[in-house]
């Protein structure tokens, strides 16, 4: 990984420059400074820990910063619940850029909750809160009113896993490649389809689709 000053951080900014204006978000300086620091947080520890397959800055914040930021105008500002976090994905952006929204990022594995923990006190995020924990076990009380899941898993299994972190009334909004539309033909009962989102293309030339699901028993 370059060091902080070289070209490829550089570089690295103006891809989050030109992919933030793709995405129509204007986000202040100081939340687009503390994303970029997210990431040189997190080269180190990639380094050692291998917590994300993406290692070159500019392949970062195409791969996690934008295409976690991509959900963001469709979100509302409800407390938030990133289930599968990682490395902090999409959660921690989500965070950086929603500071008077509460967030918690879920993960099973400690390696990568206890790097979520360590950018979030280094970054300041009074607004995020890590559980390490599987999806089938977490009781949190109240549900979430917006649950949020990232290459987690196909969507029937992942909407039998996670279902019940979703309060009544609120919303599932799973991030999903180009074939989307065919997971939705595994939809569980219990859940209502809402909207199918598609997203720029920021990943790679990917094409991404946000699927936004509901409770049935929504009010």
């Given at each position: 990984?370059?060091?902080?000053?070289?070209?490829?951080?550089?570089?690295?900014?103006?891809?989050?420059?030109?992919?933030?204006?793709?995405?129509?978000?204007?986000?202040?300086?100081?939340?687009?400074?503390?994303?970029?620091?997210?990431?040189?947080?997190?080269?180190?520890?990639?380094?050692?820990?291998?917590?994300?397959?993406?290692?070159?800055?500019?392949?970062?914040?195409?791969?996690?910063?934008?295409?976690?930021?991509?959900?963001?105008?469709?979100?509302?500002?409800?407390?938030l619940l990133d289930v599968g976090t990682g490395a902090g994905f999409?959660?921690?952006?989500?965070?950086?850029?929603?500071?008077?929204?509460?967030?918690?990022?879920?993960?099973?594995?400690?390696?990568?909750?206890?790097?979520?923990?360590?950018?979030?006190?280094?970054?300041?995020?009074?607004?995020?809160?890590?559980?390490?924990?599987?999806?089938?076990?977490?009781?949190?009380?109240?549900?979430?009113?917006?649950?949020?899941?990232?290459?987690?898993?196909?969507?029937?299994?992942?909407?039998?896993?996670?279902?019940?972190?979703?309060?009544?009334?609120?919303?599932?909004?799973?991030?999903?490649?180009?074939?989307?539309?065919?997971?939705?033909?595994?939809?569980?009962?219990?859940?209502?389809?809402?909207?199918?989102?598609?997203?720029?293309?920021?990943?790679?030339?990917?094409?991404?689709?946000?699927?936004?699901?509901?409770?049935?028993?929504?009010?």
């Amino acid at each position: 990984m370059p060091p902080e000053d070289t070209p490829a951080w550089a570089e690295a900014a103006a891809v989050l420059d030109t992919g933030l204006a793709r995405l129509d978000l204007d986000l202040p300086a100081t939340a687009r400074d503390t994303a970029l620091h997210l990431l040189r947080l997190l080269a180190p520890w990639n380094r050692h820990y291998n917590l994300t397959a993406l290692h070159t800055p500019s392949d970062m914040v195409t791969g996690h910063l934008l295409d976690s930021l991509a959900v963001l105008p469709h979100l509302p500002a409800l407390r938030l619940l990133d289930v599968g976090t990682g490395a902090g994905f999409p959660g921690l952006p989500l965070a950086i850029a929603r500071p008077q929204v509460a967030h918690v990022l879920l993960d099973s594995n400690l390696k990568k909750t206890r790097f979520v923990q360590h950018a979030a006190l280094t970054l300041g995020l009074a607004n995020v809160e890590v559980v390490r924990a599987r999806a089938e076990q977490y009781r949190p009380t109240p549900p979430f009113p917006v649950v949020v899941a990232r290459a987690f898993a196909p969507l029937g299994r992942l909407l039998r896993t996670l279902g019940h972190l979703c309060a009544p009334g609120g919303r599932i909004y799973a991030l999903k490649g180009p074939a989307a539309a065919n997971e939705l033909a595994d939809l569980p009962p219990g859940f209502l389809h809402v909207d199918s989102v598609p997203l720029p293309a920021l990943t790679g030339g990917r094409q991404r689709t946000l699927l936004i699901l509901a409770r049935a028993d929504a009010a």
